[in-house]
């Protein structure tokens, strides 16, 4: 009997301990990356947000102000 692909990718494949001490070391450093352009972005974009929600509150009131006073 000849193997075909459906054999051949069913084969037992046991990794190396350095082949798994690297997926292991590349999920840490993966994870802490995404930890830190995470915190980077809160710290940059929160305060960006937050002034964006003051201007678009400011002239929310200026547009009620000025709406209120040419409809009297």
């Given at each position: ?9 069913n ?14 070391a ?11 352009v ?35």
């Amino acid at each position: 009997m000849t193997l075909n692909d459906r054999h051949i990718k069913n084969t037992s494949f046991t990794p190396s301990p350095a082949h798994t001490a690297l997926k292991k070391a590349a999920k840490v450093a993966g994870i802490a990356l995404g930890l830190i352009v995470g915190l980077l972005l809160w710290a940059i974009l929160k305060p960006i947000f937050r002034g964006v929600g003051w201007i678009i509150s400011i002239l929310t009131a200026i547009g009620i102000i000025y709406w209120i006073i040419t409809n009297l």
